[in-house]
């Protein structure tokens, strides 16, 4: 399974990104799909997650990164708005079949005037 991500870069503070990331490699589309991300000098974290049905996000994105999900195309996105500094990290898409965990290469996101 590889998974393929997109569309980070240099935003300014307050703006937004889009974040995409397709399966390919299995005919089926992952248990599990979401976004961690890692900033310098720190582990890696969770930003949002689909499990199954369920949703998580941060305590420090709600309200602000939205994550959706398209089955069909085993694709997951994460739109991220109201950007800051603290946003600024290397974003790596995740999926999970059964036992199996996947990780994309990261896609760069800073933040800053």
């Known amino acids: 399974v590889q998974l393929v991500e997109s569309g980070g870069g240099l935003v300014h503070p307050g703006g937004s990104l889009k974040l995409s990331c397709a399966a390919s490699g299995s005919a089926f589309s992952p248990d599990a799909m979401g976004w961690y991300r890692q900033g310098l000098g720190t582990e890696r974290e969770l930003v949002a997650r689909?499990?199954?049905?369920?949703?998580m996000y941060a305590d420090s994105v709600k309200g602000r990164f939205t994550i959706s999900r398209d089955y069909a195309k085993k694709a997951v996105y994460l739109q991220m708005t109201s950007l800051n500094s603290n946003d600024t990290a290397v974003y790596y898409c995740?999926?999970?079949?059964?036992?199996?965990?996947?990780w994309g290469q990261g896609t760069q996101v800073t933040v800053s005037s």
């Open positions: 995740n999926a999970q079949y059964g036992p199996s965990k996947y």
């Open positions: 689909f499990a199954g049905a369920i949703i």
